[in-house]
T-cell receptor, first 115, second 112 residues
Framework: GAGVSQSPSNKVTEKGKDVELRCDPI?????LYWYRQSLGQGLEFLIY????????KSGLPSDRFSAERTGGSVSTLTIQRTQQEDSAVYLC?????????????FGPGTRLTVL | KNEVEQSPQNLTAQEGEFITINCSYS?????LHWLQQHPGGGIVSLFM???GKKKHGRLIATINIQEKHSSLHITASHPRDSAVYIC??????????????FGKGTHLIIQP
């Protein structure tokens, strides 16, 4: 029974480079969430997957952000042409089903620093 | 969009004191979550509730749906309880697509 895992744990990149963040949810969890935690904005919701489908992508901060999920399991969050304001901790969470009264289990996060 | 307000923002107390952290929200919800984050650590779910009261060890969470208010209580506080406590809510539709909307957190320090 491993928990939610994320990789890398830390990522330092130069402005303008692309980065890919990975999330492995708890086995059997159908719902997966991406959140961002930054000093200025606190915790904010980015995107939700039910299975491989993301019904609403409007929470993504800009069109430089994209996310996908394959096989109902692993998800990747890609940030293209990174900017300094993208520096934050990116958190992934999963829950058994995609209903709001299910407990969400959080991963340890990926700390992204854009120089 | 729901607005989630927590108080106090910062709280320092002595070991053994009874702690109360408050959370209020602006529109109807289907569930309210209390989360804990230790310095440099990950986020752990403490409670999820949609009505009434839940208790786990020294932690108690209550919610009043009519008043749109929840409280987290810690009895016999201990230095290891020092952490940021975050209130979060999910939308009234019951679906997961809105994710969690978070309060700004309460930074709690328990001094020995």
């Amino acid at each position: 029974g491993a928990g939610v895992s994320q990789s890398p744990s830390n990522k330092v990149t130069e402005k303008g480079k692309d980065v890919e963040l990975r999330c492995d949810p708890i086995s059997g969890h159908t719902a997966l969430y991406w959140y961002r935690q930054s000093l200025g904005q606190g915790l904010e919701f980015l995107i939700y997957f039910q299975g491989n489908s993301a019904p609403d992508k409007s929470g993504l901060p800009s069109d430089r952000f994209s996310a996908e999920r394959t096989g109902g399991s692993v998800s990747t969050l890609t940030i293209q042409r990174t900017q300094q304001e993208d520096s934050a901790v990116y958190l992934c969470a999963s829950s058994l089903y995609g209903v709001s009264y299910n407990e969400q289990f959080f991963g340890p996060g990926t700390r992204l620093t854009v120089l | 969009k729901n607005e989630v307000e927590q108080s106090p923002q910062n709280l320092t107390a002595q070991e053994g004191e009874f702690i109360t952290i408050n959370c209020s929200y602006s529109v109807g919800i289907s569930a309210l979550h209390w989360l804990q984050q230790h310095p440099g650590g990950g986020i752990v779910s403490l409670f999820m509730l949609s009505s009434g009261k839940k208790k786990h060890g020294r932690l108690i969470a209550t919610i009043n749906i009519q008043e749109k208010h929840s409280s987290l209580h810690i009895t016999a506080s201990h230095p290891r309880d020092s952490a940021v406590y975050i209130c979060a809510v999910t939308a009234g539709s019951g679906g997961g697509a809105d994710g969690l909307t978070f309060g700004k957190g309460t930074h709690l320090i328990i001094q020995p």
